[in-house]
């Protein structure tokens, strides 16, 4: 309980201490002392509660509900100030709803019923806190070398007249160290009212992550997201109102047992916290919130799309797949469970669409957002699919996803301050100009798509999981998405991998902070991937098992023959990109032909070739986007349409099916 305690405190603390530093050198070091602090706290807890069954703690004490109820109210009160002084007055109307709920939930609710364990941990919960204890620190440690040169940048923006962000890194570390806490108490908390305090810290970081340069495209896009939230947050208040006021449980341990028992009795709650949770995970149609965050810097998109926010959701939806499988409620009619099919349908849907967009995006950071939503879904469909294969596929779609996003993003934030863009276009001579840089990147790209990383075995076990259950449907939409991924990693991959003669290395001036968190990230994902067997069989499958009666299809336990040969190809990788690397080096390339002989570089610095006509031609590489036939707008409206139409129907039916049992229950 004390580490537990830590994790949340600490990192509290050490947001204040960023906070009010008086420089940036004294920052620094409690960056890199809490962040190594936290890593190390996160490891000895997780170490501890891996194997085995859950670990309760009572740690509950209406002190502590109180300092809950007051930091809700806190933030409620901040979002309403924000928005009355931007004239959002709709956000404003939301942030009043929620506190007038919070204030039910207190004093109406939570007061009469009893909790008796507040605090756990077990297998699910020990692997988030090793995402976020390491990942997420990882981050804020690479966020020390990227804001120094953010920071340049915008200054000289701002002496050439143009709209600069003011520096504000104190209180932008200080969010990203309190983002932290927020989650470790998400994935921590068995007691829902505190689980939701952390829920809305989430969203209020982020709004002020997102908006950190204070443009006008940065406040509107920060405003998204926080509304859109704010809505998941109203539905997992009322979910909360509803299980303590009408079956006297606001644990969600207990309320899974509940609903075990009498599953229609806790449709209604469960519905809306599954909206809670796929709002959060940024699922179609509140898929634009997540989109919006790209204009943040780096290690903000990072923090969100590996190890917090959007893994909060996930999180959830995985706690809560035992009441959604196998499709059928246990009740004596065994009618259809519209929450597990809706959330399915949702969640491939979304995997589907937002692959198939991401076909037709060359920015970096758009190609990665539009993965993330896509491989959200996939887990989303794997948690409303609630077998034992599926809740294993979930997991190690999670683990493996952040992971490799988490290098990826941090890989494209130094690409984009030496190469000048997040063009993939722009990549083409990535390999020459940051050959390191390059190196790490492909690895995170294989990491996506490639065997025998991680994220290829997951979709191959989900695959499964589904056949079992005989849902053709979401099968082909799999095998499409799939192939979609397959397309766009395939065109990133091959731009890094052009090299092009007379260019500078300019990989030299990166900081030693960003090289630090880089190499840890791939070190994660190369020892997830060479470790998969081993975590399998001791950590997913006995917790899937535990949690949905039923085989687990996995690699074949304490294999150490499959881990080494994983661990061969894994490392391939590198070493095949850094021969390219050193094979550009050597100064004996030849003189290409691109139907004319090549002329080299011209007085711009452009290589040419002579044409079949005799003239000087633009020496180019360009992949195929297909906008008109992908087009995102159109794609993104169907996609949301189908999805709100898929909620609505799910949240009726949820609702009827609650109160026939609720009224049928009092009659007898």
């Not at 109820?69 to 959002?88: E, F, Q, T």
């Not at 959701?313 to 995985?318: A, E, R, S």
């Not at 294999?559 to 550009?584: E, G």
């Not at 026939?660 to 009092?666: E, K, N, P, W």
Request: hydrophobic fraction near 55%; include cysteine; aromatic fraction near 10%.
């Amino acid at each position: 309980m004390g580490i537990i305690g830590f994790l949340i405190v600490f990192p509290l603390v050490a947001a204040i201490l960023c906070l009010v530093s008086p420089n940036r050198r004294l920052r620094e070091v409690v960056v890199y002392v809490s962040a190594t602090a936290i890593a190390v706290a996160s490891i000895v807890l997780a170490s501890g509660h891996l194997v085995g069954g859950s670990t309760y703690f009572t740690g509950h004490t209406h002190v502590i509900d109180w300092i809950f109820l007051v930091v809700d109210l806190a933030l409620c009160a901040y979002i309403m100030w924000r928005s009355l002084s931007a004239g959002r007055k709709g956000i404003f109307a939301l942030a009043c709803i929620q506190a007038l709920l919070v204030c039910v939930l207190e004093f109406g609710v939570s007061g009469s019923v009893n909790v008796s364990r507040a605090v756990y941990i077990d297998s699910l919960s020990s692997i988030m806190v090793l995402i976020i204890g390491v990942i997420g620190s990882g981050i804020c440690v690479y966020a020390i070398g990227y804001m120094r040169d953010f920071q340049k940048h915008q200054a000289e923006l701002a002496a050439e007249g143009k709209e600069a962000a003011p520096d504000r890194q104190n209180l932008f570390f200080a969010v990203m160290l309190a983002f932290l806490s927020a989650m470790f108490g998400i994935v921590l908390f068995n007691d829902m009212a505190w689980m939701l305090t952390m829920w809305e810290a989430t969203t209020v970081c982020s709004f002020f992550l997102i908006g950190y340069t204070q443009t006008a495209e940065a406040t509107n896009n920060a405003f998204r997201q926080i509304w859109m939230n704010l809505l998941g947050g109203i539905g997992f208040t009322l979910a909360v109102i509803y299980s303590g006021s009408t079956l006297n449980v606001i644990e969600l341990d207990r309320f899974v047992n509940y609903g075990l028992i009498s599953p229609s009795f806790t449709m209604l709650p469960l519905a809306l916290l599954a909206f809670a949770a796929l709002t959060k995970a940024a699922q179609m149609p509140f898929h634009t919130w997540l989109l919006g965050a790209m204009v943040a810097p780096t290690p903000t998109s990072a923090l969100l799309h590996s190890s917090t926010m959007v893994k909060a959701g996930v999180f959830l939806l995985i706690r809560l797949s035992p009441l959604m499988g196998p499709f059928i409620t246990a009740s004596a009619n065994a009618s259809i469970n519209p929450v597990a099919v809706s959330t399915m349908l949702v969640g491939c849907i979304t995997f589907l669409v937002c692959s198939i967009i991401a076909i037709s995006q060359s920015n970096a950071k758009r190609i990665l957002a539009y993965s993330t939503i896509a491989n959200l879904g996939l887990i989303v469909t794997c948690a409303g699919v609630g077998t034992a294969e599926a809740i294993w596929a979930a997991i190690f779609l999670l683990i493996f996803h952040a992971a490799a996003k988490s290098l990826l993003f941090l890989c494209v934030g130094t690409a984009e301050h030496h190469v000048g863009s997040r063009d993939v276009e722009r990549f083409d001579t990535l390999v020459s100009r940051m050959p390191k840089l390059a190196s790490l990147m492909a690895l995170g790209i294989c990491g996506m798509y490639v065997a025998p990383f991680g994220m290829l075995i997951s979709k191959w076990a989900a695959l499964g999981a589904f056949a079992d259950s005989g849902m053709m449907l979401i099968i082909i939409m799999l095998g499409f998405g799939s192939a979609a991924t397959f397309f766009f990693w395939t065109k990133w991959l091959g731009k890094i991998l052009c090299s092009a003669r007379n260019v500078d290395n300019v990989e030299t001036t990166v900081f030693v902070p960003e090289w630090i968190a880089l190499v840890v990230m791939a070190a994660i994902m190369v020892l997830s991937c060479v470790l998969l067997p081993f975590i399998s069989s001791s950590i997913v499958s006995p917790y899937a098992s535990r949690l949905m009666s039923g085989n687990i299809w996995a690699p074949t336990p304490d294999d150490l023959i499959i881990m080494a040969i994983m661990a061969i190809i894994v490392l391939t990788v590198p070493l095949a990109v850094a021969l390219r690397t050193r094979a550009n080096s050597l100064n004996d390339q030849r003189q290409w032909y691109m139907n004319g002989v090549g002329l080299g570089t011209n007085q711009d610095g452009v290589e040419t070739f002579r044409g079949s006509l005799g003239g000087e031609v633009l020496y180019e590489q360009r992949n195929w986007y297909m906008e008109d036939l992908f087009n995102e707008a159109k794609l993104s409206r169907i996609g949301g349409i189908i999805c709100i139409l898929v909620a609505l129907v799910s949240i009726a039916c949820a609702f009827g099916m609650s109160y026939i049992s609720y009224f049928v229950g009092s009659v007898i």
